[in-house]
């Protein structure tokens, strides 16, 4: 079956710092990536995805992440931490068969200290 | 503006007491699907569709209903409340699940 590890509950950093969420998924196949976050008392926002080609993309508010095959990771990274990136992150994996499906991490909570 | 709308955002109501919360997309988006978010444990999806009435089973059905007689409607009906259904609860569509899901704002469910 399919699953999403977020290992990182809770991560604090300083403003300016820069970034890495781990997200680590299990599938039989090349799978459709994704990234949100959720601001508090927000829905989710759709970051950046990937399906194939470079395995290096980039998606809104300076983020980009990194597809690695051989690790089954997907982590996100930003080089340079803002205050207002505070919120909860998501790493999504979706089924290339059924795009109705999706499985979703249990989410990192990013703290910024100033 | 491009947006799912959910209703209520908040909502208390007691065991047993039927409810339905109603989602709205105004991208004319085949797919729509319904989460819950609770703490530690991520979203996850209860049902989906695909189109006008063709819906599907997520991996948490149980005590839900669902119906999407309309492209731009997908509600979510609770029969008969219970407290483990206290919620968040997310509606989402996509006009192809490749391009990412757009997400409402949440209706946070607190059932006595």
């Known amino acids: 079956a399919q699953s999403v590890t977020q290992p990182d509950i809770h991560i604090t950093v300083s403003e300016g710092a820069s970034l890495e969420l781990r997200c680590n998924y299990s599938?039989?196949?090349?799978?459709?990536l994704f990234w949100y976050v959720q601001s508090p008392g927000q829905g989710l926002q759709l970051l950046l995805k990937?399906?194939?080609?470079?395995?290096l993309v980039q998606g809104i508010k300076g983020f980009e992440a990194e597809f690695k095959r051989s690790q089954s990771s997907f982590n996100l990274r930003k080089p340079s931490v803002h205050w207002s990136d505070a919120a909860e992150y998501f790493c999504?994996?979706?089924?290339?068969?059924?795009?109705?499906?999706?499985?979703f991490g249990s989410g990192t909570k990013l703290n910024v200290k100033p | 503006e491009a947006q799912v709308t959910q209703n209520p955002r908040y909502l208390i109501t007691v065991t047993g007491k039927k409810l339905t919360v109603t989602c709205s997309q105004n991208?004319?988006?085949?797919?729509m699907s319904w989460y819950r978010q609770d703490p530690g444990l991520g979203l996850r999806q209860i049902y989906y569709?695909?189109?006008?009435?063709?819906?599907d089973k997520g991996d948490v059905p149980e005590g839900y209903k669902v119906s999407r007689k309309e492209k731009r409607n997908f509600p979510l009906i609770l029969e008969s409340p219970s407290p483990n259904q206290t919620s968040l609860y997310f509606c989402?569509?996509?006009?192809?699940?490749?391009?990412?899901?757009?997400f409402g704002s949440g209706t946070r469910l607190t059932v006595v």
């Open positions: 999504s994996v979706g089924a290339l068969y059924n795009f109705n499906k999706f499985y």
């Open positions: 599938y039989g196949a090349t799978p459709y």
């Open positions: 990937y399906f194939s080609g470079d395995t």
């Open positions: 991208m004319n988006h085949e797919y």
């Open positions: 569709s695909m189109n006008v009435e063709v819906t």
């Open positions: 989402a569509s996509s006009l192809t699940g490749s391009k990412g899901y757009t």
